[in-house]
């Protein structure tokens, strides 16, 4: 009798997860593509067009450090970008406000009842090693169809690409129905301080909110980089890691290193707690964060495996979970991270140091607070002698909606230029000025519509970023679609549980 029901319970609960496979909903839009036969609805990337783009990657716009940025470049684009796109810049639905060397352009709709959204990129890059390049950094290069230089990628690709498709908008005599908001920064890659900083407490001021907003983000993963999908995949990320940088540090009696104390010293103290951090990491947190809405939007796409754990993440998550924690790619999706970065002491190598200190740098998961980062710290080193500090820290931000008109507008957008693609919500492990516009609306997206494989994300702040042409042209033609978008009403797609 015993091996009856448990055999009835193992029928039952195969029952329930084929169930759930064969009619777990598609959360997929279908689109018409964007086409070169749209006419004046398609941006053809002409040699003009281009040239705007290049001259902008040779202007070197680079930011050193909080307080020092390379304010000459950074007027010189401003200067190229108002000369290049007069349209914008003599339209009366325009205005432009300057904060610092930030930009903020605010674009009249017809309809004042409708929220306004935002749009945000920056003009800064971060510096180039030139000797290690195939082109210099900053020459605009274009060579085989692919266009070389320092922000083609992070982030100038995203500031043309709205500038473009704005210029092309407003000459075509149209006005958009509810304001947009655009903000271009001029110190991302340094915290923002001066510029996004700024601006959202300005706009705070005003008492602004928006529908939504759009910042930089993920791209579009080129074939076979998301688990049993063969194409390529859209990430429009619904998060962003937090930020924080503690110091360790202890003091503690030195003397010749021939007569080392039995704990070994300052070195061998700290290195003890370095080990203990390391070989003790935050807690997974699969199944409470946003790879639920990731894998359940892509298995509709996945080959029948996949499919089946990806519509059963009730009973699957686990599996999942330890995968993920398996590959360095993925596992930074599902915990809060710590990676240590610098560390200093000593003076002599037959002395032993009085102090030692290292920096650990620490990404906060969505559902991680700093408390619990510091908490955890603290209980796994378990040494009083070692004191931690907070240097900086941002809070992880929290996820928006996958249900909401913003998700759903850059969602049809992006199957619009990239129709081969599925469209899936992420996390974003690096950091954005949306620490700082997230303040201003409830729901935040980061996506970059640069069609790269796992590879070419090594580009982003590293040796020969580059863009090709024709991905350029899809991100003016992305922009472009996005605004006129912004106009219409999309059907949410609820997820129905099953």
Request: aromatic share 10%; with cysteine.
């Amino acid at each position: 009798m015993l091996k009856l029901g448990i055999s009835l319970v193992v029928i039952l609960l195969f029952g329930i997860i084929a169930m759930r496979t064969f009619l777990f909903p598609d959360f997929q839009q279908k689109v018409v593509p964007c086409s070169p036969d749209e006419g004046t609805d398609f941006i053809a990337a002409t040699d003009d067009l281009l040239a705007r783009f290049q001259e902008a990657i040779r202007l070197q716009t680079i930011s050193y450090s909080v307080h020092e940025t390379n304010s000459s470049a950074l007027e010189k684009i401003l200067a190229h970008i108002v000369q290049s796109y007069p349209t914008i810049h003599s339209s009366p639905l325009v205005t432009l406000e300057r904060f610092n060397l930030s930009s903020l352009y605010i674009v009249k709709g017809s309809d004042s009842s409708l929220k306004p959204v935002l749009l945000t990129g920056h003009i800064d890059v971060v510096p180039a090693e030139y000797e290690k390049w195939s082109f210099h950094p900053f020459s605009g290069t274009v060579n085989d169809g692919l266009i070389y230089g320092r922000g083609t990628l992070d982030n100038k690709n995203t500031v043309f690409g709205i500038l473009e498709a704005m210029e092309h908008f407003l000459s075509s005599g149209r006005q958009p129905k509810r304001d947009i908001y655009i903000v271009f920064g001029h110190d991302e890659e340094v915290m923002g301080l001066y510029g996004a900083k700024v601006v959202t407490a300005e706009l705070k001021k005003r008492g602004l909110r928006f529908a939504f907003m759009m910042d930089e983000g993920c791209p579009v993963l080129k074939d076979g980089n998301f688990p049993g999908v063969r194409g390529p995949v859209g990430l429009v990320c619904i998060a962003e890691k937090g930020f924080a940088t503690f110091k360790l540090s202890i003091e503690h009696p030195g003397g010749h290193a021939s007569a080392p104390p039995p704990n070994g010293g300052a070195i061998t103290m700290l290195s003890n707690a370095i080990v203990a951090l390391h070989n003790n990491p935050m807690p997974h947190l699969f199944g409470r964060g946003i790879e639920v809405p990731m894998f359940e939007h892509a298995a509709a796409s996945q080959s029948w495996l996949f499919r089946m754990l990806s519509s059963n993440l009730w009973i699957f998550s686990p599996l999942l979970s330890f995968a993920m924690s398996m590959k360095d790619s993925t596992r930074a999706q599902i915990t809060t991270t710590f990676a240590f970065t610098t560390i200093t002491g000593g003076v002599k190598d037959n002395v032993l140091p009085n102090s030692v200190s290292v920096t650990l740098n620490s990404r906060l998961l969505p559902g991680h607070t700093l408390e619990d980062v510091l908490d955890h710290v603290k209980n796994t080193i378990n040494d009083p002698n070692v004191k931690i500090e907070v240097m900086y820290a941002n809070e992880a931000s929290v996820i928006s909606s996958t249900e909401s008109e913003g998700y759903n507008v850059i969602h049809h957008t992006v199957k619009q230029i990239f129709p081969n693609a599925i469209v899936i919500p992420g996390l974003l492990i690096g950091g954005t000025d949306t620490k700082w516009y997230g303040e201003l609306c409830d729901d935040v997206y980061r996506f970059v519509p640069s069609f790269l494989s796992t590879e070419d994300i090594k580009r982003f702040h590293g040796h020969d970023e580059l863009i090709t042409v024709k991905n350029f042209e899809q991100s003016v033609n992305f922009f472009h679609h996005l605004i006129s978008n912004f106009d219409k009403s999309f059907e949410v797609v609820l997820h129905d549980e099953l």
